[in-house]
């Protein structure tokens, strides 16, 4: 009989103890579970804050953004090492996206300044760079700008070729006005030929004692030549007598026409 109840006893006591042994072992579990979970629940909430950052500063595109991302991929946990992973690859992706759009907005200000050929190929070939989606609306943007800059530019050129070709033309035109008075100056002049008055004919100045005379001055208007006369009368031979005649043309005294006989040195008759 208390063989029994020892043996009794024993079972109560084993099965008392592996009653609490249970219940700690599933106290134990319990709490580990729920830290597990907690912990699970704190790491889902650390990568949703991470992608949230990460997906704000690829909005943003701001330095203090992409800094605030960094951070919290930063303080994923070790057992996150992929989500982790690939949200460092998306910042890495988005510093090359902004590199690209900065590169382009430089040589498109650069373009703009210099409105050389070369710039503006360099600038085309960075725009055509921008393949990803993301950079769809920062292509288009910067590819409008270009185009806007090379019409500017073709209408810059056109009106100065315009202003050339005209300030060229005028002056042409003030060059041969120029040469044109020149020729005027060089070309020789027409003189006005007017004849002098013809003076009236003066005989030299004979007389009958001393070798003077004088005769009268002719008319402007010459008279008609005189008949033939016939030679003077012995009555007009008188020694010392003057005789004026006049020749064929009706000027007096003149060679050719009938002189005195005194400025001929003769006497008729003899």
């Known amino acids: 009989m208390k063989h029994k109840k020892l043996i009794l006893s024993l ?20 709490k580990d579970d729920r830290m597990a979970q907690e912990q699970l629940d704190k790491q889902r909430k650390m990568l949703k804050q991470a992608v949230t ?56 200000s650069k373009a703009t300044h ?14 055509d760079m921008e393949t990803s989606v993301y950079l769809k609306a920062d292509k288009t943007e910067a590819q ?44 020789p002049s027409v003189e006005t030929y007017s004849q002098a008055p013809q003076q009236p004919y003066q005989a030299p100045t004979q007389s009958v004692g001393d070798n003077s005379y004088t005769p009268p001055a002719p008319s402007a208007t010459p008279s008609p030549a005189p008949a033939p006369t016939s030679p003077p009368s012995s009555a007009s031979r008188t020694a010392g007598s003057s005789v ?16 005195s006989p005194n400025n001929a040195g003769m006497e008729w008759g003899h």
Do not use: M
């Open 244 to 259: 004026t005649t006049g020749n064929a043309s009706g000027i007096a005294n003149s060679p050719g026409g009938w002189d």
């Open 11 to 30: 079972v109560l006591i084993l099965c008392i103890f592996s009653g609490i042994t249970v219940g700690f072992i599933h106290h134990k579990q319990v």
């Open 114 to 127: 210099s409105k050389t050929e070369e710039d503006i190929k360099a600038t085309q070939a960075l725009i």
């Open 144 to 187: 409008n700008k270009l185009s806007t800059l090379i019409t500017q530019i073709a209408k810059e050129k056109a009106e100065t070729e315009a202003k050339t070709k005209a300030e060229a033309q005028a002056k042409q035109v003030a060059s041969e006005a120029l040469q044109q008075a020149s020729n005027a100056v060089q070309a």
């Open 53 to 108: 950052a990460v997906d704000t500063a690829y909005q943003a595109r701001s330095d203090k953004d992409i800094a605030y991302a960094e951070t919290a991929v930063s303080k994923l946990s070790s057992h996150q090492k992929a989500d982790k992973n690939q949200l460092i690859k998306k910042l890495t992706q988005l510093k090359s996206y902004l590199k690209q759009i900065s590169d382009v907005n430089i040589a498109l």
